[in-house]
C-alpha cells in the first residue's frame, strides 16, 4: 500500500522466503537466482500455485497480478477487476477510489480461491472487500467484509487469513490508528461471521502497527506485524 505500507503474510513471508533461499546458498555453494521480468511487487499476496504456474497479486490498479512457471522469470497478468472498474459498493465507504487496491491476500478453500483486498486513500475511510474465483481467471465480487469510518479506531486494510486449530476460519487485519484486529469469518462464505472484534496489538505510540499474519505453531498462536517507517530507502525504520 502506500502510507500504510502492507504485507500480509506479507514482509514475514518475504522475511521467511530472503532467509530461505539464503540458507541454500550458503548451505548449497551456489548463487541465488535474479528474479527477471516484471519482478517489482508492493505489498505481494502469498504465492499460489495453480496447474504448474505460480500467482502472485500486489498493491496496483484493479489488483495487480504477475505469473511465473519457476519463480524467477515473472510475466505480467491479467488484474482480478478489469482495466478502468472496481465494484461499485465501494464509493460508498471510501470516497473517492478509483480503483488503486492494496494488500490483496488470496486464499484457496474447498476447490474456490478468495481474494481480500483492501480499497484506501490513505485516510480513516477505508474497507476489505472480497472476490472469489475458481480458476484465478474470472472473479465474482462478494462485496465488503470489513469498514472503517471517520471514528472507527481499525483501519480496514491489510487482511490475513487463517484457520485455528478448531478450524474456525480468522482474518487478521488493521494497520496504524489502534493497532491490528481480529475478526471471525463464515466459512461457507468468506465474509463476516459476527459483530465481534478484537484488538489483538495495540498501536505504538506512534501507531506504527500494520501488515498482521498469525500463524499456530507448537500449541501457541504467533503474531507477526511491521511497524516503523518504510519507504524511505536506507532511512526506512520499517
Not at 138 to 155: A, E, F, I, K, R
Not at 180 to 189: F, G, Q, S, V, W
Not at 217 to 226: D, E, K
Amino acid at each position: 500500500m502506500n502510507k500504510f505500507t502492507n504485507s500480509p503474510a506479507r514482509l514475514f513471508r518475504a522475511w521467511a522466503s530472503q532467509l530461505l533461499v539464503l540458507a541454500l546458498v550458503i548451505f548449497s555453494g551456489q548463487s541465488a537466482f535474479a528474479l527477471q521480468g516484471a519482478n517489482g511487487a508492493h505489498d505481494p499476496s502469498t504465492i499460489v500455485k495453480r496447474n504448474g504456474v505460480y500467482h502472485v497479486w500486489t498493491t496496483g490498479n484493479q489488483i495487480y497480478h504477475i505469473t511465473s512457471t519457476d519463480l524467477v522469470n515473472w510475466t505480467v497478468a491479467p488484474t482480478v477487476f478489469a482495466a478502468g472498474t472496481f465494484p461499485g459498493w465501494i464509493n460508498s465507504y471510501v470516497p473517492g477510489f478509483q480503483g488503486n487496491f492494496w494488500a490483496p491476500e488470496c486464499v484457496l478453500r474447498n476447490g474456490v480461491y478468495y481474494m481480500y483486498y483492501s480499497c484506501s486513500l490513505g485516510g480513516r475511510q477505508c474497507a476489505i472487500g472480497l472476490a472469489t474465483s475458481p480458476d484465478l481467471s474470472t472473479w465474482t465480487d462478494q462485496g465488503m467484509v470489513v469498514y472503517s469510518d471517520n471514528v472507527s479506531p481499525w483501519g480496514s486494510i491489510d487482511p490475513a487469513i487463517f484457520t485455528d486449530a478448531n478450524g474456525r476460519l480468522w482474518m487478521a487485519f488493521g494497520s496504524h490508528l489502534n493497532g491490528n484486529y481480529l475478526i471471525e469469518l463464515d466459512p461457507a462464505t468468506g465474509k463476516r461471521l459476527n459483530t465481534t472484534i478484537q484488538n489483538i496489538a495495540g498501536a505504538s505510540p506512534y501507531c506504527e502497527n500494520e501488515a498482521s499474519y498469525m500463524m499456530q505453531h507448537g500449541g501457541y498462536y504467533y503474531l507477526f506485524y511491521n511497524k516503523g517507517i518504510c519507504c524511505a530507502g536506507v532511512t526506512s525504520t520499517y
